[in-house]
């Protein structure tokens, strides 16, 4: 089975604060990335890795970066947390080309 | 440039009976695929059925069908016999062939009452 773990599924931090999320995948899934999900507007793509260092912005990636070091884990970054960046975060990985994605359990950021 | 409209925000069925999620799309692609995921209230996001633009017959996995109709540009989930465990957010979504991106729907919550 795929698995893709997230490091924490609640975190608090305040404005200013400089935020990692972290993801990891155990599949040798070429892709990973990075969403966010509010209420009414679905899951919208912030950054998405098709190999390790290699990285491309999604439809909102206003206010984060990501990093990939090792092909298991892809991080997001917010570099000075905002109010407007508490969300449900959501990771998720694939075969290249389109395959289906699989995802981790999410983490719900609140950002005071 | 992709777009997936679901229009119910919430529906609630009786156990048992059959449900159909709604879900139309708009693309310039040609090639494409379309996929449903379902989120339970613990968050994490299960594939549950993928349609392929070309395929000639609707995508079936157990319960679940999905009915694809080209020139209407839908892709509706069907749910037979439900279940208290089928109560979640829907979501459908589509990507371009050989394009790694997902294009969500706004999702619609099922409850499914005993």
């Known amino acids: 089975d795929v698995k893709v773990t997230q490091s924490s599924r609640y975190l608090v931090k305040r404005t200013g604060e400089k935020v990692f999320l972290e993801c990891v995948q155990d599949m040798d899934h070429e892709n990973m990335f990075w969403y966010r999900q509010d209420p009414g507007l679905g899951l919208r793509l912030i950054y998405f890795s098709y190999d390790v260092k290699m990285k491309e912005k999604g439809d909102i990636p206003e206010g984060y970066s990501v990093s990939r070091e090792k092909k298991e884990r892809f991080s997001l970054i917010l570099e000075s947390a905002s109010t407007n960046q508490t969300s449900m975060y959501l990771c998720a990985s694939s075969l290249p080309k389109g395959y289906e994605q699989y995802f981790g359990p999410g983490t719900r950021l609140t950002v005071t | 440039a992709q777009k997936i409209t679901q229009t119910q925000p919430g529906m609630f069925v009786q156990e048992k009976e059959a449900v159909t999620l709604d879900c139309t799309y708009d693309?310039?692609?040609?090639?494409?695929?379309l996929f449903w995921y379902k989120q339970p209230s613990s968050g994490e996001m299960i594939f549950l059925i993928y349609q392929g633009s070309y395929d000639e017959q609707n995508a079936t996995e157990g319960r679940y069908s999905l009915n694809f109709q080209k020139a209407r540009k839908s892709a509706n989930l069907v749910i037979s016999a439900s279940q208290l465990g089928d109560s979640a957010m829907y979501f459908c979504a589509m990507s371009a062939f050989g394009n790694e991106k997902l294009t969500f729907g706004t999702g619609t919550r099922l409850t499914i009452i005993p």
């Open positions: 693309t310039s692609d040609q090639s494409y695929g």
